[in-house]
């Protein structure tokens, strides 16, 4: 079992910036791939950046240049900057090995981006 615990979400101005965390724990394996995943009211989960044990990084198109994914070993990190109200959601880490769906989830953290 892999264990995952979030922080770091809140309310924040359009336009401002907002960094998410969370840890992994417990039996690790390897390959794997770590990531953020969002959920918006009546809508379903998206993915919006994964980052490999090897570093190798992917993201939703509409996060793009706004985004950053990091990894410090078994802490993956989201800076996200330029928020808009569209990026109003709950945030869910995930951890997963390679070609498969996520095996693991935290318990979600909420970032509302309004004024």
């Known amino acids: 079992q892999v264990q995952l615990a979030e922080s770091g979400g809140g309310l924040v101005q359009p336009g401002g910036p907002l960094r998410l965390s969370c840890a992994a724990s417990?039996?690790?394996?390897?390959?794997?791939?770590m990531g953020w995943y969002r959920q918006a009211p009546g809508k379903e989960r998206e993915l919006v950046a994964t980052?490999?044990?090897?570093?190798v990084t992917d993201y939703a198109d509409s996060v793009k240049g706004r985004f950053t994914i990091s990894r410090d070993k078994n802490m993956v990190y989201l800076q996200m900057n330029s928020l808009k109200p569209g990026d109003t959601a709950v945030y869910y880490c995930?951890?997963?090995?390679?070609?498969?769906?996520?095996?693991?989830w935290g318990q979600g953290t909420q970032v509302t981006v309004s004024s």
């Open positions: 995930g951890f997963k090995g390679f070609g498969v769906p996520v095996d693991y």
């Open positions: 417990g039996s690790i394996f390897s390959p794997n791939a």
């Open positions: 980052i490999t044990n090897f570093g």
